[in-house]
């Protein structure tokens, strides 16, 4: 089907999951049969725990337990963006305030440059600040402090990610794990989210800050996503704002400045596939979290594709401690594309 007919369709039949998923048989969806199949057979070859592909809204495949509630790791950072929409959208949080402004600061300080940076430079990976993060995960290439202005630089450091939920706290009057809850849990209707499996965790000797944690399944976060693809709308109700969908999965930098490989760009805590072949790639962005926690979100094709590598919420807690140094077996980003790229030429 040509993409603009499919457009054209996607729009007037807008298919949503009511409290479970529909699913159906690979052919209804689109799919071959053997293409799905041999899919099957890679994906039971890697410590994939769980994968899941919706296509128009309703469950094509599945791959072990869409149930588990496992870690997210930094596929939280999107979500965080998609519960900021809708208090950008209605004037409760100015992303060009600085954190001077705010009053984020350290124990130690932060430099007058560091306290120049913007919300909006934290949500592209940008802030200039270099103070040593609260949890683990930060970019190993050190950069010394005052170095670089704040939003021209991307550097993955977990600061800006850490501080961007302290904002969103500040700022809102709601913890992040109660907004997920109120503005996106219960109106998605989430199978499988409970406030009390959410924990804030890190370093408290390095940072103020420490990281949000979510423990979510692969088929909630498959409705996340399916938010997305439909313009942050659900059952007529703006859950995220379009226009925030639009600009926060906007790429703000380049693959080259993001130098992480894979032909990644960045948005606002969104990863925005580049280069990538066929129109099928038009417009599409993903969530990315260690050890193998994926969504991607295929708009054009009206597709969303979840990966899951589950590890426990023991390991979790005492990596984010820094207690162990141990690294399990994982799904890269560039395993997790090729098993998309199985998924579309499993197409009719």
């Known amino acids: 089907m040509p993409l603009a007919v499919f457009a054209g369709v996607r729009a007037k039949a807008a298919t949503l999951p009511g409290a479970d998923w529909e699913k159906v048989a690979p052919a209804a969806a689109g799919f071959k049969s053997a293409g799905l199949e041999a899919l099957e057979l890679k994906l039971c070859t890697l410590p994939t725990t769980s994968f899941m592909v919706v296509a128009?809204?309703?469950?094509?495949?599945?791959?072990?337990?869409?149930?588990?509630?496992?870690?997210?790791?930094?596929?939280?950072?999107?979500?965080?963006?998609?519960?900021?929409?809708?208090?950008?959208?209605?004037?409760?949080?100015?992303?060009?305030?600085?954190?001077?402004?705010?009053?984020?600061?350290?124990?130690?300080?932060?430099?007058?440059?560091?306290?120049?940076a913007k919300i909006r430079d934290l949500l592209i990976a940008s802030s200039g600040v270099y103070h040593p993060a609260g949890s683990p995960g930060d970019d190993p290439n050190k950069i010394e402090r005052g170095s670089k202005k704040p939003g021209t630089f991307f550097h993955y450091n977990n600061w800006d990610f850490n501080v961007l939920g302290a904002v969103f706290e500040k700022l809102t009057g709601k913890t992040v794990f109660k907004a997920l809850d109120e503005d996106l849990a219960r109106p998605l209707q989430l199978q499988d989210y409970t406030v009390a499996r959410q924990r804030m965790m890190g370093f408290e000797n390095q940072?103020?800050?420490?990281?949000?944690?979510?423990?979510?399944?692969?088929?909630?976060?498959?409705?996340?996503?399916?938010?997305?693809?439909?313009?942050?709308?659900?059952?007529?109700?703006?859950?995220?704002?379009?226009?925030?969908?639009?600009?926060?999965?906007?790429?703000?930098?380049?693959?080259?400045?993001?130098?992480?490989?894979?032909?990644?760009?960045?948005?606002?805590?969104?990863?925005?596939?580049?280069?990538?072949?066929?129109?099928?790639?038009?417009?599409?962005?993903?969530?990315?979290?260690?050890?193998?926690?994926?969504?991607?979100?295929?708009?054009?094709?009206?597709?969303?594709?979840?990966?899951?590598?589950?590890?426990?919420?023991?390991?979790?807690?005492?990596?984010?401690?820094?207690?162990?140094?141990?690294?399990?077996?994982?799904?890269?980003?560039?395993?997790?594309?090729?098993?998309?790229?199985?998924?579309?030429?499993?197409?009719?």
């Open 207 to 348: 940072s103020r800050y420490l990281a949000y944690h979510l423990f979510l399944s692969a088929r909630d976060m498959a409705r996340l996503g399916l938010l997305m693809a439909r313009d942050g709308n659900w059952n007529g109700r703006q859950v995220v704002p379009a226009a925030w969908v639009k600009e926060s999965t906007t790429q703000r930098v380049t693959p080259e400045n993001v130098g992480r490989g894979a032909d990644l760009g960045y948005a606002y805590l969104w990863w925005i596939p580049a280069n990538r072949p066929g129109p099928e790639w038009a417009g599409s962005y993903m969530m990315s979290g260690q050890f193998g926690q994926f969504v991607l979100v295929m708009p054009a094709i009206d597709l969303v594709i979840v990966h899951r590598r589950a590890v426990t919420d023991e390991y979790a807690v005492q990596r984010n401690l820094g207690k162990t140094s141990f690294e399990p077996s994982r799904v890269l980003g560039l395993d997790f594309l090729k098993l998309v790229d199985m998924v579309i030429a499993a197409r009719v």
């Open 56 to 116: 128009g809204g309703k469950v094509a495949y599945t791959y072990g337990d869409i149930a588990e509630v496992s870690y997210l790791a930094s596929a939280r950072k999107s979500i965080l963006s998609m519960l900021y929409g809708k208090y950008v959208a209605n004037g409760t949080i100015d992303l060009d305030r600085t954190m001077g402004e705010l009053g984020i600061d350290e124990a130690d300080g932060l430099l007058p440059i560091e306290k120049t």
